[in-house]
C-alpha cells in the first residue's frame, strides 16, 4: 500500500463521516416515511388505528386504478402542470431577456417581481379569491366599469373557467421564480459571444436562436423540472380556491381526501404512492430529455 | 333551578377542593375554539379562568370545520397532552370516539339531564358519553323583512313560493336602481356545507335523507330529483353563479351587504346581522325552511356542536370543569344572547332575556324537532365518502348538469359502494 492510497482512503473515510449526518437525516425524513406509506398501501389500515392491519396486497392499486375520480384527478394535475409550466417558461424567458439589459434600477425591479413569490401560496390564493369575487371582487368592478362585461363574472365558481384561474394564480406566483433561473443562467453566457457575432454582422434574432437560447438550455431545463414537480404536486392553490370541487381537484387533493377524510390508510398510501410513481417517471422522462441535450456543447 | 344551580355549586366546590388537594398553583389548559364564534368563546373561557383560577388556552379552529379534522387525527395519533377540551362537530363523534374521555364520571347526571335529551344521546357510543352538546344548530331561513313588507310579499311556505317571491323582489328592487341585489344566496361550495343545503331540499319534498335509518340508500328518487332540479334552475335567476363557491361566510356577506332577499344559513348569522352598527339591525325575519309540498316537514340540516375532552388529556379534571362551564346554563345563555346561538339547554327556551334578545327561539325549538339529520350515524366510518359523492353529484347538477335523473342514478350506484367501503 503507497502513502497516496493511504492518503486517499483516509479521504474517503472522512468525506463518509461528513456525509453521515445527511445520510441519517434523509433516511430519517424521507426514506423512513416513504417506506412506511408504500408499506401501508399493502394493508388494510385505518387512520384512527394504524398499528391494527392485515396484507391484502395489491387490493389497494386497484382500487385506485379503477377509480374514475382519480383520473379525473390525473388529468387535472396534468393539464395544470403543462399549461401552467408551459406559460411560466415563455413568460419567465421573456422577463428574464428584458431584465438582462443593464438600466437604471434594475436592481430594484428585480427584488420587486421577486415579491409574488415571497409570499405564501395559500396568501395569494385568498388575495385572488377576494380579487375575482362576483360580487365584490375588484377585478370585475374594473371590467365593468371600462364596459368589457356588463355583469360580474364568477370566476371562482364558473366550471369552464375555473381551472383556467388555477392557473392563473400559479403563473402569477411562480413566473418570477422562472425569471430568476433563467436570469442566472444568461448572466453565465459570455459577452464576447456576442461581441463577435455583432463583428459578423449576425442580425438580432438569430443571435437569439444561435447563441442565447441554446446556451440558456440547461438552465431553463432545471427551473421547468423543479417547476414541473412542484405542479405535479400541487395542493393548495386548489383547496384553498375550491375545496373538493371535482373540476381542480388535484392527484395530491384525491390522495388527502382517500388518507385524511375517509381515514383510510391503506387505499390513501396506495394513491400516494401511485401519485409518487406519476411523478418520479415524469422526472426520470425530463432528466433524460435533458441529458439527450448535452453533446451539443 | 335552584337545585340546578345548587348541584352546580357543590359540584365545583367538591372539584375545587379536590384540585387543591393536588396543587394550589394555576394550571393551563387549552382548548379548540371554532373561528365563527371564536368571541364568545374566548369570553366564556375568560369568565371560568375569573372565577376558577386557571388559565385557558385558546386555539383557533381553521373556518373550514373539516379542515379541523387532519389536525386532530395528528394529535390524537401522536397521543397528545397538548390539547384538552376539543369542540367537536356532531358528524365527527363516531370518528373520535375512541379518543375522547368518558365525561360520564367527570360530569354529574343532573347536569346531563339539563341538556336536550336528543343531543346527549347522540354522545352516547358504546356505553361512553364522548361529549356535550355545546349548541344546536339547525338550517334557517333569513329574509329581508323590509322588502317583503315593501312589496306585499308573505314570507314563503314551499320552495316553489319562495322562487317567485325572490325572483319577483329581485326584479323589481332592480328595477328601481339596484343592479347588485339578488333573490336567494345560500351555500353551493363543493363541500360539506352543500351536503347539507341540498339535504334540505331533498327532505323537505320527501326525497328521504339520501340513506334510510336501516341503511337503504334511497336517494334515487323522482322527489329527490325535482328538488335538486328546482335547485339548479335558482343559479342565474335568482341565485348569482357565484354560490357555486360560497360557503357560509362567503354567503353571509352577500345577505348583509343588503344584496339578497333570502338566505340560507346557521342560527349565528341573527347575531351577526343584529349586532349594533350591522346594516340591516329590524330588517331581517327568520323562519323555518320551506318545504317542498304542503304536509311535508321543514327539514333543517341538525348540526349540533359538541365539547369533548381528551383522552390524552394530563388534566382530565380542570378540562372536564372547563367543560361544565362551557356547556353550562350560564355560558350557553351568555352566548344565546350575544351570539345568537341554540342553547342546548332546555331552560333556557323558557328564560325571558334570552326570548327577547332571540324572538324566534320559541319556533326553534320546533325547526329543531323537524330537522333532519345527516345520515352519518348509520353510515359510521363510512360518512365523509357517503357526503363527498353527494355534494360532488349535487354540484354537478346545479353547476349545469342537463340529465339530472341520470346524475342522480349513477350517485346512488357510488353511494352503494361506498356505505360497503369499511364495515
Redesign the interface.
Known amino acids: 500500500m503507497t502513502p497516496t492510497d493511504r492518503a486517499r482512503r483516509a479521504e474517503t473515510r472522512v468525506a463518509w463521516l461528513f456525509v453521515a449526518p445527511l445520510v441519517v437525516i434523509l433516511l430519517a425524513v424521507a426514506i423512513w416515511p416513504l417506506g412506511r406509506t408504500v408499506f401501508f398501501a399493502f394493508t388494510d389500515a385505518y387512520l384512527d388505528n394504524p398499528s391494527s392491519y392485515e396484507f391484502v396486497g395489491f387490493a389497494n392499486f386497484v382500487t385506485v386504478w379503477e377509480d374514475a375520480t382519480f383520473w379525473r384527478a390525473v388529468r387535472n394535475t396534468l393539464v395544470f402542470t403543462v399549461v401552467s409550466v408551459g406559460i411560466e417558461t415563455m413568460l419567465g424567458l421573456a422577463i428574464a431577456l428584458l431584465l438582462h439589459r443593464a438600466f437604471f434600477g434594475r436592481g430594484l425591479v428585480r427584488a420587486a417581481i421577486l415579491i409574488p413569490w415571497a409570499m405564501p401560496m395559500v396568501v395569494s390564493t385568498r388575495i385572488w379569491d377576494w380579487m375575482l369575487n362576483d360580487q365584490f371582487g375588484l377585478i370585475n368592478k374594473v371590467l365593468v366599469e371600462l364596459g368589457i362585461i356588463a355583469k360580474g363574472i364568477a370566476w371562482t365558481a364558473d366550471p369552464s373557467l375555473l381551472l383556467g384561474v388555477v392557473i392563473f394564480i400559479d403563473v402569477w406566483v411562480t413566473t418570477p421564480f422562472m425569471v430568476l433561473l433563467i436570469l442566472a443562467g444568461l448572466q453565465l453566457i459570455p459577452e464576447e459571444l456576442y461581441e463577435a457575432a455583432e463583428v459578423s454582422g449576425v442580425p438580432h434574432w438569430k443571435r437569439f436562436w444561435s447563441i442565447t437560447l441554446p446556451l440558456v438550455a440547461p438552465a431553463i431545463g432545471v427551473a421547468m423540472l423543479f417547476r414541473t414537480l412542484d405542479a405535479l404536486r400541487m395542493f393548495d392553490l386548489s383547496y384553498v380556491l375550491a375545496a373538493n370541487n371535482a373540476n381542480t381537484m388535484t392527484m395530491s387533493i384525491y390522495a388527502r381526501d382517500q388518507l385524511i377524510g375517509f381515514q383510510d390508510l391503506g387505499v390513501g398510501s396506495a394513491a400516494s404512492t401511485w401519485v409518487f410513481l406519476i411523478i418520479g417517471l415524469i422526472a426520470i422522462v425530463i432528466v433524460g430529455l435533458l441529458r439527450l441535450d448535452r453533446p451539443h456543447h | 333551578m335552584a337545585r340546578y344551580k345548587l348541584g352546580l355549586l357543590a359540584g365545583a366546590a367538591a372539584l375545587m377542593a379536590s384540585i387543591s388537594a393536588v396543587s394550589a398553583r394555576a394550571e393551563t389548559v387549552s382548548m379548540f375554539c371554532s373561528a365563527t364564534d371564536y368571541e364568545l368563546c374566548e369570553k366564556g373561557a375568560a369568565e371560568w379562568s375569573k372565577t376558577s383560577g386557571h388559565e385557558v388556552k385558546i386555539n383557533r379552529m381553521p373556518q373550514?370545520l373539516?379542515d379541523a379534522?387532519?389536525i386532530y387525527?395528528q394529535l390524537?395519533?401522536a397521543n397528545s397532552a397538548d390539547v384538552d377540551v376539543l369542540y367537536v362537530d356532531v358528524i365527527w363523534l363516531g370518528?373520535?370516539k375512541?379518543?375522547l374521555a368518558d365525561l360520564a364520571p367527570l360530569v354529574p347526571e343532573d347536569e346531563v339531564k339539563a341538556h336536550f335529551s336528543s343531543a346527549t344521546d347522540a354522545a352516547r357510543l358504546e356505553g361512553k358519553l364522548v361529549a356535550m352538546p355545546f349548541y344546536i344548530d339547525t338550517g334557517l331561513m333569513f329574509y329581508r323583512k323590509d322588502l317583503l313588507e315593501k312589496y306585499g310579499k308573505q314570507p314563503p311556505k314551499t320552495w316553489d313560493e319562495l322562487t317567485a317571491t325572490a325572483k319577483e323582489v329581485q326584479d323589481a328592487e332592480r328595477a328601481a336602481g339596484r343592479p347588485?341585489i339578488w333573490g336567494y344566496v345560500w351555500q353551493?361550495?363543493?363541500?360539506e356545507g352543500l351536503t347539507c343545503d341540498a339535504l334540505e331540499w331533498i327532505a323537505s319534498s320527501g326525497g328521504g335523507t339520501i340513506i334510510s335509518n336501516d341503511g337503504e340508500v334511497t336517494i334515487n328518487n323522482p322527489k329527490a330529483v325535482e328538488a335538486l332540479t328546482r335547485a339548479r334552475d335558482w343559479i342565474g335567476t335568482i341565485s348569482?353563479?357565484?354560490?357555486?363557491?360560497?360557503?357560509e361566510e362567503?354567503s353571509r356577506?352577500?345577505f348583509e351587504?343588503g344584496?339578497a332577499v333570502f338566505h340560507r344559513n346557521w342560527p349565528y348569522v341573527w347575531g351577526t346581522s343584529q349586532a349594533e352598527g350591522a346594516g340591516l339591525v329590524g330588517k331581517v325575519g327568520v323562519m323555518a325552511l320551506p318545504v317542498g309540498a304542503a304536509g311535508e316537514g321543514s327539514s333543517g340540516a341538525l348540526g349540533t356542536a359538541y365539547l369533548g375532552v381528551s383522552k390524552y388529556s394530563k388534566k382530565q379534571d380542570i378540562a372536564a370543569d372547563l367543560l361544565r362551564y362551557m356547556v353550562g346554563l350560564e355560558d350557553q345563555k351568555m352566548r344565546a344572547i350575544e351570539g345568537g346561538y341554540n342553547p342546548t339547554v332546555a331552560a333556557l327556551y323558557e328564560d325571558k332575556d334570552v326570548l327577547a334578545k332571540i324572538p324566534f327561539l320559541a319556533m326553534a325549538k320546533s325547526a329543531f324537532e323537524e330537522s333532519v339529520a345527516r345520515p352519518s350515524a348509520v353510515t359510521g366510518?363510512?360518512y365523509?365518502?357517503v357526503s363527498?359523492t353527494f355534494?360532488?353529484a349535487v354540484?354537478?347538477i346545479i353547476?349545469?348538469a342537463d340529465d339530472v335523473a341520470g346524475t342522480v342514478e349513477q350517485m346512488a350506484r357510488r353511494i352503494e359502494r361506498d356505505v360497503k367501503?369499511?364495515d
Open positions: 373550514n373539516d379534522i387532519p387525527q390524537f395519533a370518528m373520535f375512541d379518543h347588485d353551493g361550495r363543493s363541500y348569482p353563479q357565484g354560490v357555486l363557491n360560497y360557503d362567503a356577506a352577500i351587504s344584496n366510518k363510512n365523509n365518502r363527498r355534494y360532488r354540484h354537478e353547476s349545469g367501503a369499511t
